[in-house]
């Protein structure tokens, strides 16, 4: 296995939720990381679906150590570049481009594409990817969709994300070939608005014992 390959498996599997977070201010962004650390929920991924995205990778490298801090909604060799610059340690797309294959491949920093079809999943594992995320999960056939990939594309491992809340989480962490799944039920909009650190230390505490 790949030094890349080794990194990334250590991170995802050392808890069943990765937290996947919007950072609309911030001020945020530390605190936040703070709460979902102590929760036992070191490995983060920050999305950049917001002016101050990569800003916030940076401030939680520099100042939450114990923190994994991880890009996502990286769509261009540009974005891959921004986040690795600012501290990201792994780095998670949507989807799959010759662009971010490039880009990646002379990165040290490891790299989560996104596959939603079998033909995607394919396509990935002939670039060398064992390691993939199942986006969007739910609106893509859910856990029996993975259930059904587990035989014929069974080296292949999955984060899945998209639409996994606490009812059906178990669904997907029981299947084989789910190595852990992306979430954001754990820091709740509204928690986050209210710097209610304690609610999603709580809720990153509840996620840390799913497995």
Not at 40 to 61: F, K, M, N, W, Y
Not at 91 to 98: A, C, F, K, L, R
């Given at each position: 296995?790949?030094?890349?390959?080794?990194?990334?498996?250590?991170?995802?599997?050392?808890?069943?939720?990765?937290?996947?977070?919007?950072?609309?201010?911030?001020?945020?962004?530390?605190?936040?990381?703070?709460?979902?650390?102590?929760?036992?929920?070191?490995?983060?991924?920050?999305?950049?679906?917001?002016?101050?995205?990569?800003?916030?990778?940076?401030?939680?490298?520099?100042?939450?150590?114990?923190?994994?801090?991880?890009?996502?909604?990286?769509?261009?060799?540009?974005?891959?570049?921004?986040a690795v610059a600012a501290?990201?340690?792994?780095?998670?797309?949507?989807?799959?481009?010759?662009?971010?294959?490039?880009?990646?491949?002379?990165?040290?920093?490891?790299?989560?594409?996104?596959?939603?079809?079998?033909?995607?999943?394919?396509?990935?594992?002939?670039?060398?990817?064992?390691?993939?995320?199942?986006?969007?999960?739910?609106?893509a056939g859910g856990a029996?969709?993975?259930?059904?990939?587990?035989?014929?594309?069974?080296?292949?491992?999955?984060?899945?994300?998209?639409?996994?809340?606490?009812?059906?989480?178990?669904?997907?962490?029981?299947?084989?070939?789910?190595?852990?799944?992306?979430?954001?039920?754990?820091?709740?909009?509204?928690?986050?608005?209210?710097?209610?650190?304690?609610?999603?230390?709580?809720?990153?505490?509840?996620?840390?014992?799913?497995?």
């Open positions: 296995m790949h030094k890349k390959d080794e990194a990334l498996l250590g991170i995802l599997e050392g808890q069943p939720v990765i937290p996947v977070l919007k950072i609309d201010r911030l001020a945020d962004a530390v605190p936040l990381a703070q709460a979902l650390v102590r929760g036992g929920l070191p490995a983060i991924e920050i999305t950049l679906r917001t002016p101050d995205a990569i800003d916030a990778i940076r401030l939680v490298s520099e100042e939450v150590p114990d923190a994994i801090v991880g890009a996502g909604t990286i769509l261009t060799s540009k974005d891959f570049s921004q501290g990201a340690r792994f780095i998670v797309s949507p989807g799959i481009t010759q662009e971010l294959l490039d880009v990646a491949s002379m990165s040290e920093v490891p790299f989560l594409p996104g596959a939603a079809t079998p033909s995607e999943v394919m396509a990935a594992r002939e670039e060398g990817y064992r390691l993939l995320k199942f986006f969007p999960a739910e609106q029996p969709f993975l259930k059904a990939l587990s035989s014929p594309l069974a080296t292949i491992r999955f984060c899945p994300t998209g639409g996994i809340s606490l009812k059906n989480v178990r669904d997907y962490l029981s299947l084989p070939n789910v190595i852990c799944v992306g979430g954001s039920w754990v820091a709740p909009e509204k928690e986050i608005a209210a710097g209610n650190w304690a609610a999603i230390e709580e809720l990153a505490r509840e996620a840390r014992s799913l497995r």
